[in-house]
């Protein structure tokens, strides 16, 4: 069955700190993989989207990488801001279904002052 | 250039009454489209996808249903509304056969079942 596993399901940082956010998925064939970022209320917003071919890509201070042989991606926020507080989700599309799209449950994320 | 609209933002209805939440793509042409539901505290949960008029994949079993009445409208229709109905609705769009489609997000319909 293809799934997407987030890790941690919430975490709290200082303002200024560094986080990872681990994904890890069972979804094949593998097409794409995309991080979105979700304000409260608000539909999700793209911040990277990588295929298998690619390990790393940066957006600003979001930085995702993805190992497909382990079938494994991590979204690193570096200097992390307030307005950073959001959920964070991995989406990740299988290459024989239509670019169906399966979410991971998401890492709620809240920055503190 | 691309835009998706979602109506309406907020909508309160009470059990057993019918419910339908349009969506509609400018900019594109032939979409994927999607419906999907977040509830309180919970992850997105895909609904119901589309890759054509008239093709609709409906991935868990519930009360609602959907229609693609032409290219780039997606309807979330239900007869009879259950509390269990309630939820954030987001309908999206990606650009179909490409590996690196983007997908676009609505702002979503709260809906709250009384």
Redesign the interface.
């Known amino acids: 069955k293809n799934q997407v596993e987030q890790s941690p399901q919430s975490l709290i940082i200082l303002e200024g700190k560094n986080c990872t956010l681990q994904c890890n998925y069972t979804v094949s064939p593998f097409?794409?993989l995309?991080w979105y970022k979700q304000d409260t209320?608000?539909?999700?917003?793209?911040l990277t989207?990588m295929?298998f071919s690619e390990n790393t890509k940066s957006n600003g201070r979001y930085t995702a990488t993805l190992d497909a042989d382990t079938k494994q991606s991590s979204l690193h926020i570096t200097a992390s801001q307030l307005s950073d507080s959001a959920s964070y989700?991995c989406?990740v599309s299988a290459?024989n279904q239509?670019?169906?799209?399966?979410?991971?449950?998401?890492t709620e994320l809240s920055v503190k002052p | 250039s691309q835009t998706i609209h979602q109506w309406p933002a907020t909508l309160v209805q009470p059990v057993g009454s019918p419910l339908s939440l349009e969506c509609t793509v400018e900019g594109t042409s032939n979409p994927?489209l999607?419906w999907?539901r977040q509830a309180a505290g919970?992850?997105?949960?895909?609904l119901f996808?589309s890759?054509g008029i008239g093709q609709i994949?409906s991935e868990v079993p519930q009360n609602l249903s959907a229609s693609r009445p032409q290219d780039r409208q997606f309807i979330l229709s239900s007869k009879k509304l259950l509390l269990s109905d309630s939820g954030?609705y987001?309908c999206?769009w990606?650009v179909?056969?490409l590996?690196?489609?983007?997908?676009?997000?609505?702002?979503?319909t709260?809906l709250t079942v009384v």
């Open positions: 097409s794409n995309r209320g608000r539909g999700p917003v793209s989207i295929t989700i989406v290459q239509g670019g169906k799209l399966i979410f991971g449950q998401g | 994927n999607y999907y919970r992850g997105l949960q895909l996808y890759v994949s954030f987001l999206a990606s179909a056969g590996r690196q489609a983007e997908a676009f997000f609505g702002q979503g709260r």
